[in-house]
């Protein structure tokens, strides 16, 4: 009887076991934690997917964590974190202030002090947060699997680092549809001109100015094409209803001061009423137009910004026809008037007799003078666009206002 409960005891343990694996095994695991809000959820997504690759290659969990703990309890939290599979950690935590790296289990015999610091080197010189992460994640994983045993995050992920969705709507002012049909059209013409165009939009600022905001959201997460990183971002925020454009690489050349105003000045009226989807429409086609045109080697600017030929004629038109209707009632009134008065044959008829006696007759030329003066430029013919230097030291151009 004592082994029958004993044999049975051993089979409800061992299902319970096989129960409680693959329920783990089909849980989701983390290995990246983003309190302050660097990352995108899809980048977020993209690394916890090489971070489970490389656990499962070399059995070592390769962790990352931005917080917003205090800076001296970094090594308590870090303790209380429940990130990866295995026991075998590598983690790097940074805040706003300072990073820290905490080794687990076999990584602490694995890992020196110079590959410490050795791996903060690689993380500090990322582009972007994204891609920082990214590298260190693949510089650790040498470190303790060897060259040649794990891909990098390029080779092992079927995104690009730099392959980011284009429509970020974080203040939800499209629909589903409305933001699947803009994203389908921002992708389109990125992948077409290289140039990447992204519309951001927040509910606030976070006390940064829009600029800097905008600035710093291409330049953290990655957006452009090519080593200048080239494109163009519309950043909308409702806080207090802000708008800008910051543009990057070959997009400071493509969308010139004057351009940016012009682009602006179609997509406003529907954006202050409120009508979003028109008027990221209206951006993405207007940006579309301006790379083609720079692509010609003259970028739309103050002297040769696009013609709307249809707008204008119907304009002189009706002024027109305005101006020939007035002008007939007035005449009309006048001649309405005139009811007392008749045309005569001849000029002399009109002079009254005695009223003009002429006697002498001379013309007496004094002097002349002639003034020429050089007809000054205006100041912002040349065009072209202004440039300042982002938090990330980076060069971008941009504009911006209320709506």
């Given at each position: 009887m004592k082994k029958k409960f004993l044999a049975f005891l051993l089979a409800f343990i061992m299902c319970i076991s096989f129960s409680t694996a693959a329920f783990a095994a089909g849980e989701e695991t983390s290995y990246i934690i983003d309190e302050i809000g660097y990352l995108t959820e899809a980048q977020i997504s993209n690394l916890d997917r090489y971070g489970e690759y490389l656990s499962e290659s070399i059995g070592i969990d390769i962790l990352f964590v931005y917080t917003t703990a205090d800076e001296n309890a970094l090594g308590e939290y870090a303790e209380q974190l429940s990130l990866g599979r295995s026991q075998n950690q590598i983690l790097m935590i940074e805040n706003e202030k300072v990073w820290d790296m905490y080794l687990f289990g076999t990584a602490i015999d694995m890992i020196t002090d110079d590959d410490i610091l050795s791996l903060r080197d690689v993380y500090v010189d990322g582009s972007t947060?994204?891609?920082?992460?990214?590298?260190?994640?693949?510089?650790?994983?040498?470190?303790?699997?060897?060259?040649?045993?794990?891909?990098?995050?390029?080779?092992?992920?079927?995104?690009?680092?730099?392959?980011?969705?284009?429509?970020?709507?974080?203040?939800?002012?499209?629909?589903?549809?409305?933001?699947?049909?803009?994203?389908?059209?921002?992708?389109?013409i990125s992948n077409r001109q290289e140039l990447d165009v992204v519309v951001v939009t927040v509910n606030t600022l976070d006390g940064k100015t829009p600029m800097d905001y905008a600035d710093d959201f291409y330049d953290?997460?990655?957006?452009?094409?090519?080593?200048?990183?080239?494109?163009?971002?519309?950043?909308?925020?409702?806080?207090?209803?802000?708008?800008?454009?910051?543009?990057?690489?070959?997009?400071?050349?493509?969308?010139?001061?004057?351009?940016?105003?012009?682009?602006?000045?179609r997509f406003l009226p529907d954006l202050s009423s409120d009508d979003y989807s028109e008027a990221f429409t209206k951006y993405a086609k207007l940006c579309d137009e301006f790379i083609t045109q720079a692509k010609t080697g003259e970028p739309y600017d103050t002297n040769n910004l696009p013609k709307e030929s249809f707008d204008v004629f119907t304009s002189l038109l009706i002024s027109l026809v305005v101006g020939i209707l007035v002008s007939l009632i007035v005449t009309g009134k006048m001649k309405g008037k005139l009811k007392t008065v008749r045309m005569q044959p001849a000029a002399e008829e009109y002079v009254r007799n005695g009223s003009m006696l002429v006697t002498e007759s001379s013309d007496l030329f004094l002097y002349s003078h002639v003034d020429r003066r050089v007809k000054s430029k205006d100041n912002d013919s040349d065009g072209g666009s202004s440039t300042h230097t982002s938090s990330s030291g980076s060069s971008h151009g941009g504009g911006g206002g209320k709506f």
């Open positions: 947060y994204y891609s920082s992460i990214a590298d260190y994640m693949y510089a650790a994983a040498k470190l303790v699997g060897g060259t040649g045993v794990v891909e990098s995050f390029s080779e092992h992920s079927t995104i690009s680092l730099h392959e980011l969705t284009r429509v970020v709507d974080m203040a939800d002012l499209l629909n589903n549809s409305e933001e699947a049909d803009l994203l389908s059209m921002l992708d389109e953290y997460n990655g957006y452009g094409f090519g080593e200048n990183r080239d494109g163009v971002l519309l950043l909308v925020s409702m806080e207090d209803r802000d708008w800008w454009i910051s543009t990057s690489g070959y997009g400071i050349f493509a969308f010139t001061d004057a351009g940016i105003e012009y682009i602006s000045e």
